[in-house]
C-alpha cells in the first residue's frame, strides 16, 4: 500500500493501537501449491530505472515505489547512490503529522473505547454478518494462515486486512517500505539536504471520531472483505509478478500496475464515517499539492534533486508528472 492508504488505515486502524467436499478441498490444495510456487525474486535486485524531469539545466530524478515488494530481497541501489551523491535535494514520499492533542494519558483513557471500535457491535462475529459462502470462503483461509484468536469478532475490513498481510508474508511478500529508509541513509550519509512533504491533520474530537467509526454501517465493508477474500483466494500470483517487475527493473511490468480499486474500495468502506472521510479527502488533496510544490521547487532551484514517490502515482493521469507535463517540462521515462 502507498502512504495515502496507510494513512487511510491508521487513522481507521490506528485509532486501535461450512465445510467443503474432499473434491473441492483438493482442487483448492492444488491452486495453493501453484501459488506458493510462483517464483519470488531474493537476494540483490537493481530495482527501477528512474523518471526524468528536465528544467532546462536542472533535473529531478525520480524513483517510483511500489508495495508488496519481494521479502527477502536486498535492494542494490548503485544507481540511487550515484545521483544522491551529485544532488542538493531529497524529496520524501509526503508524509502526514496526526494532531490529536491528547497526551498520553488521554490516549489510556481512549483505549478501551478504541478497541470497541474494531468489534463488531452486539457482540456478534464475521458469520453473523457475512453471507455464508463469503464466510465459508474465508474460513477457508483462515485455516491456511495464522490469525488472532479474536479475529471472528472483528469489524470485516478490520479482520480482512489482517489475515491479508498474513498471506503476504507466507507468499515470500512485505508491505514494509524498505525503499524509503534506504534513500534517507543514503542522504544522511552524504549530507544531502532531504525535504519532507507534511500533511498535518488536526483531530479535535478524538473521542467522536471513534464513536463515528463505531456506528458506521457495518455492510458496507463486506464489498472491500469479499475483495481481500479474493485476492488471497486467486490474485496473489499477479502480487508477486508486480513484486518482481519493481525489483528487477521490469518497467513494462510496471506499467501493469494502476490504481488499486479494492485499496480505493476498502479505504472508502473504512472512512466512511463522515468525520473520517472529511479528513481522508482532505489528505489527499493536500497530498498532491505539496508534492507538485516540492518538485517543481527543486526544478526551479537545483541542478540535481531526487525524489521517491509510489510508481503507481507516477502512471497516474493526474498524478505530478502528468501535471509537470501540462506545465511545460521535460519527462523521460526508463526504459
Same mark, same amino acid.
Given at each position: 500500500?502507498? !502512504?495515502?492508504?496507510?494513512?487511510?488505515?491508521?487513522?481507521?486502524?490506528?485509532?486501535?493501537?461450512?465445510?467443503?467436499?474432499?473434491?473441492?478441498?483438493?482442487?483448492?490444495?492444488?491452486?495453493?501449491?501453484?501459488?506458493? *510456487?510462483?517464483?519470488?525474486?531474493?537476494?540483490?535486485?537493481?530495482?527501477?530505472?528512474?523518471?526524468?524531469?528536465?528544467?532546462?539545466?536542472?533535473?529531478?530524478?525520480?524513483?517510483?515505489?511500489?508495495?508488496?515488494?519481494? !521479502?527477502?530481497?536486498?535492494?542494490?541501489?548503485?544507481?540511487?547512490?550515484?545521483?544522491?551523491?551529485?544532488?542538493?535535494?531529497?524529496?520524501?514520499?509526503?508524509?502526514?503529522?496526526?494532531?490529536?492533542?491528547?497526551?498520553?494519558?488521554?490516549?489510556?483513557? +481512549?483505549?478501551?473505547?478504541?478497541?470497541?471500535?474494531?468489534?463488531?457491535?452486539?457482540?456478534?462475529?464475521?458469520?453473523?454478518?457475512?453471507?455464508?459462502?463469503?464466510?465459508?470462503?474465508?474460513?477457508?483461509?483462515?485455516? /491456511?494462515?495464522?490469525?488472532?484468536?479474536?479475529?471472528?469478532?472483528?469489524?470485516?475490513?478490520?479482520?480482512?486486512?489482517?489475515?491479508?498481510?498474513?498471506?503476504?508474508?507466507?507468499?515470500?511478500?512485505?508491505?514494509?517500505?524498505?525503499?524509503?529508509?534506504?534513500?534517507?541513509?543514503?542522504?544522511?550519509?552524504?549530507?544531502?539536504?532531504?525535504? /519532507?512533504?507534511?500533511?498535518?491533520?488536526?483531530?479535535?474530537?478524538?473521542?467522536?471520531?471513534?464513536?463515528?467509526?463505531?456506528?458506521?454501517?457495518?455492510?458496507?465493508?463486506?464489498?472491500?472483505?469479499?475483495?481481500?477474500?479474493?485476492?488471497? *483466494?486467486?490474485?496473489?500470483?499477479? +502480487?508477486?509478478?508486480?513484486?518482481?517487475?519493481?525489483?528487477?527493473?521490469?518497467?513494462?511490468? +510496471?506499467?501493469?500496475?494502476?490504481?488499486?480499486?479494492?485499496?480505493? !474500495?476498502?479505504? *472508502?468502506?473504512?472512512?466512511?464515517?463522515?468525520? +473520517?472521510?472529511?479528513?481522508? *479527502? =482532505?489528505?489527499? /488533496?493536500?497530498?498532491?499539492?505539496?508534492?507538485?510544490?516540492?518538485? =517543481?521547487?527543486?526544478?526551479?532551484?537545483?541542478?540535481?534533486?531526487?525524489?521517491?514517490?509510489?510508481?503507481?502515482?507516477?502512471?497516474?493521469?493526474?498524478?505530478?508528472?502528468?501535471?509537470?507535463?501540462?506545465?511545460?517540462?521535460?519527462?523521460?521515462?526508463?526504459?
Amino acid at each position: 500500500m502507498n !502512504r495515502t492508504s496507510v494513512v487511510a488505515l491508521s487513522l481507521a486502524l490506528g485509532l486501535l493501537a461450512p465445510s467443503l467436499d474432499v473434491p473441492a478441498q483438493e482442487a483448492q490444495d492444488a491452486q495453493d501449491k501453484q501459488v506458493l *510456487e510462483e517464483v519470488v525474486v531474493s537476494g540483490e535486485q537493481p530495482g527501477p530505472g528512474l523518471w526524468q524531469v528536465t528544467n532546462g539545466a536542472n533535473t529531478l530524478w525520480v524513483l517510483g515505489t511500489h508495495s508488496p515488494l519481494p !521479502r527477502d530481497m536486498k535492494w542494490q541501489a548503485r544507481e540511487v547512490e550515484s545521483i544522491i551523491a551529485r544532488s542538493a535535494l531529497v524529496i520524501a514520499p509526503p508524509d502526514v503529522e496526526v494532531d490529536a492533542d491528547i497526551g498520553f494519558f488521554g490516549a489510556l483513557r +481512549l483505549m478501551p473505547a478504541a478497541l470497541r471500535a474494531r468489534a463488531i457491535p452486539d457482540d456478534k462475529t464475521l458469520s453473523d454478518v457475512l453471507p455464508p459462502d463469503l464466510h465459508a470462503r474465508w474460513t477457508t483461509l483462515k485455516n /491456511r494462515y495464522p490469525s488472532p484468536r479474536k479475529i471472528e469478532r472483528w469489524r470485516p475490513a478490520i479482520a480482512g486486512f489482517t489475515l491479508y498481510g498474513e498471506a503476504l508474508d507466507a507468499s515470500r511478500l512485505t508491505a514494509n517500505d524498505v525503499v524509503w529508509p534506504t534513500v534517507e541513509k543514503m542522504a544522511k550519509r552524504g549530507d544531502v539536504k532531504i525535504r /519532507r512533504p507534511n500533511v498535518k491533520l488536526e483531530i479535535k474530537d478524538v473521542k467522536g471520531l471513534i464513536k463515528d467509526f463505531t456506528e458506521t454501517d457495518i455492510s458496507g465493508e463486506i464489498g472491500c472483505f469479499e475483495g481481500l477474500v479474493t485476492r488471497m *483466494e486467486s490474485d496473489l500470483p499477479r +502480487l508477486k509478478a508486480q513484486a518482481n517487475a519493481w525489483a528487477t527493473g521490469d518497467i513494462a511490468g +510496471l506499467r501493469d500496475i494502476k490504481s488499486d480499486e479494492l485499496q480505493a !474500495r476498502c479505504i *472508502e468502506a473504512l472512512t466512511g464515517a463522515p468525520k +473520517l472521510a472529511a479528513m481522508i *479527502e =482532505e489528505a489527499r /488533496r493536500k497530498f498532491r499539492l505539496e508534492v507538485l510544490l516540492a518538485w =517543481e521547487g527543486a526544478l526551479q532551484r537545483d541542478a540535481n534533486a531526487l525524489a521517491v514517490l509510489p510508481v503507481d502515482e507516477l502512471f497516474s493521469d493526474s498524478g505530478p508528472l502528468q501535471e509537470l507535463r501540462r506545465r511545460g517540462y521535460v519527462v523521460i521515462e526508463p526504459r
